[in-house]
């Protein structure tokens, strides 16, 4: 199975910039959206209607703002929104699907730009969604979750480590929660298959990054450890435009 995950910076922008070539092209079984900034009372049936795919999306209750959508050829057993909890909940930042074989779960976490307010609610939020798949996680089955964590784990996971170790995205103490998952044995799977390998997802706009390559890794794939041998490669899709994020994949037996 091939699974595509993608900060999309708005779906009805995107939709304007050949989403659904990308669609076509890529033939993802499962494509997982983030800050689609929309929900479907505002789209019309076309614009989200994909032949052999059932799709769902979880909106904010702010209108354009943050929302989560999920793609998939395979009719999910059951989507879920949220975590149950309605102060996390209420910006449309979780889909969880489950499959007779798999739970996989497309997050869009929270950006702790806008304050120490905001990242404390960044922090307690990554606290609410370990606890999540944890829970998930005693059911023996597979347990994939992806998105825009909003945070580059290490130094190589960005261009300019010095120059921001004092910037939200890469603060210690939001670093600190992406090392406890792995502690928890949560692996991230394109750090796992490319140890070493320099590449990013998201480029500032306003600074013109990605002509330059200044950028940060802050999409993810990962999978409990139990089931990493399931995953078969990780990858960015660096050369899909249309977005401030790219693409990141994961092609798995599942």
Not at 59 to 69: C, F, H, L, M
Not at 164 to 172: A, H, P
Request: hydrophobic residues 35%; contains cysteine.
């Amino acid at each position: 199975m091939k699974l595509i995950s993608w900060n999309v910076n708005g779906y009805r922008a995107i939709l304007k910039k050949g989403f659904f070539d990308f669609m076509k092209k890529e033939k993802s079984d499962i494509l997982a959206l983030q800050e689609t900034k929309a929900s479907i009372d505002q789209l019309k049936e076309k614009d989200y209607t994909i032949e052999n795919y059932f799709v769902e999306f979880n909106s904010a209750e702010k209108k354009g703002y943050s929302g989560t959508a999920i793609f998939s050829k395979q009719k999910p057993k059951s989507f879920k929104t949220g975590m149950g909890i309605s102060e996390f909940d209420n910006e449309g930042r979780m889909i969880h699907a489950e499959y007779e074989d798999f739970h996989f779960i497309n997050c869009y976490f929270p950006n702790g730009g806008m304050g120490p307010e905001r990242i404390k609610y960044k922090l307690e939020f990554y606290e609410a969604f370990l606890d999540y798949i944890e829970e998930l996680r005693k059911q023996k089955k597979p347990v994939i979750f992806c998105g825009d964590v909003n945070t580059a784990h290490n130094e190589i996971d960005l261009a300019r480590p010095k120059e921001n170790k004092n910037n939200t995205g890469f603060l210690r103490i939001e670093r600190d929660w992406l090392d406890k998952i792995e502690k928890y044995r949560w692996i991230d799977t394109f750090r796992h298959l490319h140890p070493n390998e320099i590449a990013y997802s998201w480029w500032d706009y306003k600074t013109k990054a990605r002509e330059r390559n200044i950028g940060w890794r802050l999409d993810y794939f990962f999978i409990d450890k139990e089931h990493i041998n399931l995953i078969k490669d990780s990858y960015m899709l660096g050369n899909i435009m249309g977005s401030d994020h790219c693409p990141v994949v994961i092609e798995a037996e599942l």
